[in-house]
């Protein structure tokens, strides 16, 4: 969750500077690349109930962060506008199904769901809020495409810890004889 939504959070803020000073786009065209980018995590989200429902939790997420690790580095190293977009898009897809399946494994992940949920979706929202800063501190230094590499870095950090997403077994409750 942390890797997705740090890559949520910094297309927030960053990807329309990064397609206008980095990509030499203008500010409407990266204002135009952003809502492509809204309007494909939206849609992801809208439409990959049935994707989750085949593939379940952890095969999602692994296929959603792969198409989100193709997508920053075509958004990074774009050199057409068509290209760079693709990456949006893709990108999108990335962080799309992270937070709500991260939220639903840790409700069904033991005992205290609600204590489960909060700590999760305070992750979630952390990395949502500081990602963009600490993007924001290493594109001082180096630029807002080169400061973008660390999104790509923590997608494949996601794609790795997807196993965690796996269901909890149920403990089965075998019936004991009693030995008297």
């Keep these: 969750m942390l890797g997705v939504e740090l890559g949520e959070g910094s297309a ?5 500077l990064a397609a206008t000073d980095g990509h030499g ?3 409407t065209i990266g204002a135009l690349f952003f809502t492509v980018f809204a309007v494909s995590e939206a849609a992801t989200r809208v439409f990959a109930g049935p994707v989750v429902d085949r593939l379940g939790r952890v095969r999602t997420v692994r296929w959603t962060t792969a198409l989100g690790i193709l997508g920053a580095v075509l958004f990074i190293v774009g050199t057409t506008w068509w290209l760079t ?4 898009v893709l990108w999108a897809v990335g962080v799309s199904m992270g937070f709500p399946l991260g939220m639903s494994a840790a409700a069904q992940s033991g005992p205290n769901p609600a204590a489960r949920v909060s700590v999760v979706a305070s992750i979630g929202y952390f990395a949502n809020f500081a990602g963009p800063p600490v993007i924001g501190a290493i594109a001082e230094q180096v630029g807002a495409l ?20 796996r269901p909890v077994a149920e403990p089965t409750h075998e019936r004991v004889s009693d030995p008297r």
Excluded at 12 to 16: D, I, K, S, V
Excluded at 146 to 165: E, K, T
């Design 25 to 27: 786009q203008t500010a």
């Design 146 to 165: 080169s400061a973008l590499w660390l999104i790509a870095v923590l997608f494949v950090a996601a794609f790795a810890a997807s196993g965690s997403l």
């Design 12 to 16: 927030n803020n960053w990807l329309a």
């Design 85 to 88: 977009l693709i990456g949006v």
